[in-house]
């Protein structure tokens, strides 16, 4: 635990999940907040364990590839226990944003929680410090996103189907996969999405149904970022587009690479100790 680091990002009352609590209860209280990783507490309020989307995407894909038909129904009523990490990190006190930011980056968390004597007291995530960068009140926040920016990896065509989507996103490993079309982005398709979508949150005839469709269907419009574009543009870009990753293209359009709330926080810790 890295100790007096309760920070002025801090959103107090958070919500947290329970080890009783459901799948099916979880993913209510995913869709509630914008967090995508709750604190797991016990009976007294201690942290026990850290939940995210991810995880649960990832248990239900494990269980979906393993199981017969009805495994859905089974799953969505196991507890937050079985899919919970107990690999838990938070910070506690009052001191500074910038160790909650180094301690977030360097397990790669989207949010932790924040304790006051060992009780569960608020918690702070992504968003809270792409805001600060989006406002201009974070060093280097006029930065060009040129040396940020990372590849694209490997693409998918827009009329692909999202059966062939999810095997190129499982197969590369790859969080995030752009839809191209001509080399132009059309979209971006998360994994984490993906496995939701086809193993948990549609029936099993729908989840068929839903990997033979186009995925120029299935993709939502999102703007682009130039490599001349800041850092503060590219965080406000992504809190105003409720976006995680965005396309970075030259002025024909044409992909050149990826810029994600991940690479900013980067950043973020790396300029504050510059």
Known sequence: MLANATTSVLRVGCIAAKLDTTIDQLRELLEQTEIRQL????DDGKIVGLVSRRDLAHAAYQAGAK??????????????????????????????DEAALQAMVAHRFHSIPVTQRGQLAGSICGLDFLKKVAYGSWPGHNEPIR?????????????????????????????????????????????TAMRLALYLESSEPEAQRMKAMPVH?????LPVLYPESTLSTAALTLLEHRARVLPVV????????????????????????A
Do not use: C
Not at 68 to 76: I, N, P, T, V
Not at 150 to 159: C, E, L, Y
């Open 39 to 42: 604190p797991v507490v016990d």
């Open 67 to 96: 199981s017969e038909s009805g495994s859905r129904e089974l799953f969505g009523q196991r507890t937050v226990a079985h899919v919970m990490s107990r690999q838990v990190m938070s910070v506690e006190g009052a001191d500074s």
């Open 147 to 191: 040396h940020r920016m990372r590849s694209p990896g490997h693409t998918i065509d827009a009329d692909d189907t999202l059966e062939r989507a999810f095997e190129a996103a499982e197969w590369h490993a790859q969080e995030y996969v752009v839809a191209v079309r001509k080399y132009r982005p059309l979209g971006i398709l998360s994994r």
């Open 217 to 221: 269907q299935l993709l939502q419009s």
């Open 250 to 273: 030259d002025r024909s359009r044409l992909l050149l690479g990826v810029l994600s709330e991940d690479n900013i926080l980067q950043a973020m810790a790396e300029l504050v100790n």
